[in-house]
């Protein structure tokens, strides 16, 4: 693709420091974010006279709406229609292989000061990423159409739930916000009625008139060489150029619903999560609900959708990917899922290993960078145990399993995604739009680990618990930049999330567990062991229930689990293994705490400790303190497994 923009700044190559041109929103005294219906009008006209778009739409979510919006679409070759008898009204988009993941090496936090952003984000000055902002986006939309997208994260007007708008020159961010928010009309009476709201800019950074007026021709994904995913805590703004690609572009997802809304967590003394959140409903009645973080690609969405293979339980899912969590005046944290869909991975997600999530995504579906069945279905690896005899893959080339074999190539790109609407799910539970949330009984933490890390441990206190989420660590997925499989530290499964110092953010952890009289239980999960021969140790999937059932009874009391040095953990006897074929062996190891690697572990986490400075809690340290402790106990009694 040919940029349009001579000269562009790399990310690192920003403006001097002066006084910034960007448009910002009109804000009341004292207030960090704006309100109403006239700065939204004037934020709006602002935009629209430095972008210079061709048309400003604003948007009002209506099914007449989209049916334009996909038409449009078609026609520019962005969407390619699904055979309506095997997949109705779902549309399949190739992206340019240059935008297909979040471009975390261009995602800034632009807090007023350095050490605010901490030593896990990219920061920049505010005043100069603001002129460089302010240089990109000058005549960034011209020839395009500007929409105006309100949207409500969480139900409209709930209790627990925020508003924004985003401004954008993308017709498949339109048609995604409308899947994964609640778009249009009723976000913008929010608004009206004088509710604050976050301001989100999005460009594809290619504008079809050149600043001399020659037409430049479209393409079906536009997107720029130049990326900047740019953050302001202190302002609650966001603005994204040059991908039209998910987490960068679909501003109410990542970049707001973490990134901003853990810095407005912070200040209001709640927390805004990378997890799922689901119910588990027990035969005699009870119900407990389940948080959980774990990287992307790490099995949340499977998690999120279980099928129980325990008759006495039954799972309803209320969102697979980001939680916010609020203390309330019981002492307990209440959530919600502030999304309205899923924006999954799709390549490994098939009828063995999900089914819940294969009978979503039956219609109404957007596949990004999956392959194309001559039969104008969708397949990716993972859907079926075999691939299809011929496919057309993600890049628009032909594909069979010879040419795989020959040359490497998938036929799905491994980060290919689906966006559907979290209401089409066949477990979506009854109360997943109640405004008020539902009470939180366990959080879990975990990550990709095939040594070192056991099946599970439930922590002792709110404390312990924190130290767990602090120190995830996981092998790095197709879902972000680096090398897949290379183990990083992902504390809270927020590394590339958090929008403040991950240090402050563990503390801001510490701080609301001790404002609550009935804290979640917390626990360490790691579905991913495995043996000497390379294989998992543990089924995983729907049998991931019989861990979850242990941890609810040893929560409450009711089966005593083994106490040893990174948790309490399950006698394999406690488990409840009834079906399922499991070598013992296999059992033991996958429970087994090795002393001497968990030593290693601990002496890798005091250097992760370490490279976050002094703003790491003096409970953090303790808690690792006290973990050494018990592993050299454990060392000098041989016999304890």
Known sequence: MTSTLDARPSPHALRPVGESALPTPRREAGESMPRGLGAAEQFVADIAALTQPDAVVW???????????????????????????????????????????????ATFICSAREEDAGPTNNWAEPTQMRNTLHEVFTGCMRGRTLYVVPFSMGPVGGRLSQVGIEITDSPYVVASMRIMTRIGAPAMREIAAGARWVPAVHSVGMPLVTSG??????????????????????GREIWSFGSGYGGN?????????????????RDEGWLAEHMLLIRLTHTDGRRYHVAAA???ACGKTNLAMLRSVLPEWTVSTFGDDIVWMRPGTDGRLWAINPEAGFFGVAPGTGESTNPTAVRTLTQNVIFTNVALTDDGDVWWEGLTDSPPAHLTDWQGQEWTPEIAAETGRTAAHPNARFTVAAEQCPLIDSDWEDGDGVPVDLILFGGRRASNVPLAALARDWHQGVFYGATIASERTA?????????RRDPFAMLPFCGYHMADYWAHWLQVGDSLTRPPAV???????KG?????????????????????????GQVPGRACAVGTLPEPEELNLDGLELDPADLRE???????????????????????????????????????????AQTAQPSSR
């Open 59 to 105: 948007c009002n979510g209506s099914d007449a709406e989209h049916a334009r919006l996909i038409g449009q679409m078609i026609d520019a070759g962005t969407l390619v229609p699904l055979n309506p008898d095997l997949r109705p009204d779902s549309f399949l988009a190739r992206s340019d292989p240059r935008d297909v993941a979040r471009a975390e090496s």
């Open 213 to 234: 007026g020659t037409r430049v021709q479209d393409v079906p994904w536009p997107c720029s060489e130049t990326k900047y995913i740019t953050h302001f805590p202190e």
């Open 249 to 265: 572009a679909l501003l109410g997802k990542k970049c707001y619903a973490l990134r901003i809304a853990s810095a407005i967590a």
């Open 294 to 296: 774990f990287p992307s």
């Open 479 to 487: 879902a972000a930049e680096g090398t897949v499989g290379e183990l």
């Open 523 to 529: 626990a360490a999960v790691n579905w991913f062991r």
């Open 532 to 556: 000497p021969d390379g294989q998992f140790l543990w089924p995983g999937f729907a049998e991931n229930i019989r861990v979850l059932d242990w941890l609810l009874r040893q929560s409450e």
């Open 590 to 632: 996958v429970l087994r705490v090795d002393a001497a690697g968990w030593t290693s572990e601990a002496d890798g986490i005091a250097d992760y400790f370490t490279s976050m400075g002094t703003a790491v809690p003096k409970v953090l340290w303790e808690e690792l303190a006290r973990l050494r402790a018990a592993l050299a």
